[in-house]
T-cell receptor, first 113, second 112 residues
Framework: NAGVTQTPKFRVLKTGQSMTLLCAQDMNHEYMYWYRQDPGMGLRLIHYSVGEGTTAKGEVPDGYNVSRLKKQNFLLGLESAAPSQTSVYFCASSPLSLPDTQYFGPGTRLTVL | GDSVTQMEGPVTLSEEAFLTINCTYT??????LFWYVQYPGEGLQLLLK?????DKGSNKGFEATYRKETTSFHLEKGSVQVSDSAVYFC???????????FGKGTTLSVSS
């Protein structure tokens, strides 16, 4: 039981490049989330999903797209990376909606030059 | 708007000292309250939570009580250990139940 895994762990991009971050969970959870963590700030929600085939915007969705084609996977895409997207990205999942516990992955550190 | 205010860190303590990390929130209605912990190089883990007023959450020697009248959820531990060194985040769920609103985090460093 691996829990929540994220790929890759680190990535450096140049401005304008695109990439996809993969989140996978093996706990059969319905809900999945993408957060970003910036220095001196708490985590902020980018997008979330309440089930396979569904996605919704969070607090800071601009510049990101997501897809949930399979229940166990939640992809976060950056179409044209900007330096402001330099951050640590965390994926989380939960069996039910809040206040159910969210289980977090180890994070992806992204640097955009 | 909705927000969480945590005491600024870093907090530096000696082993076996008493710990308090203050947390207050501004929210619509009566949210559920959480403390998450992030150990170095890892993702966040739920430490404890409380879902209604006067509830006390507890785990691993940590405690926090949901105080509706002061909109607070202060984290306490009677005797900290070196292994408690981590970043602690206070959070609550938004009114729609779709997102956690996090504080900025408080770094705790415990030395032996």
């Amino acid at each position: 039981n691996a829990g929540v895994t994220q790929t890759p762990k680190f990535r450096v991009l140049k401005t304008g490049q695109s990439m996809t971050l993969l989140c996978a969970q093996d706990m059969n959870h319905e809900y999945m989330y993408w957060y970003r963590q910036d220095p001196g700030m708490g985590l902020r929600l980018i997008h979330y999903s309440v089930g396979e085939g569904t996605t919704a915007k969070g607090e800071v969705p601009d510049g990101y797209n997501v897809s949930r084609l399979k229940k166990q996977n939640f992809l976060l895409g950056l179409e044209s990376a900007a330096p402001s997207q330099t951050s640590v990205y965390f994926c989380a999942s939960s069996p039910l909606s809040l206040p159910d516990t969210q289980y977090f992955g180890p994070g992806t550190r992204l640097t955009v030059l | 708007g909705d927000s969480v205010t945590q005491m600024e860190g870093p907090v530096t303590l000696s082993e076996e000292a008493f710990l308090t990390i203050n947390c207050t929130y501004t929210a619509t209605g009566y949210p559920s309250l959480f403390w998450y912990v992030q150990y170095p190089g890892e993702g966040l883990q739920l430490l404890l939570k409380a879902t209604k007023a006067d509830d006390k959450g507890s785990n691993k020697g940590f405690e926090a009580t949901y105080r509706k009248e002061t909109t607070s959820f202060h984290l306490e531990k009677g005797s900290v250990q070196v292994s408690d060194s981590a970043v602690y985040f206070c959070a609550f769920d938004n009114q729609a139940g779709t997102a956690l609103i996090f504080g900025k985090g408080t770094t705790l460093s415990v030395s032996s």
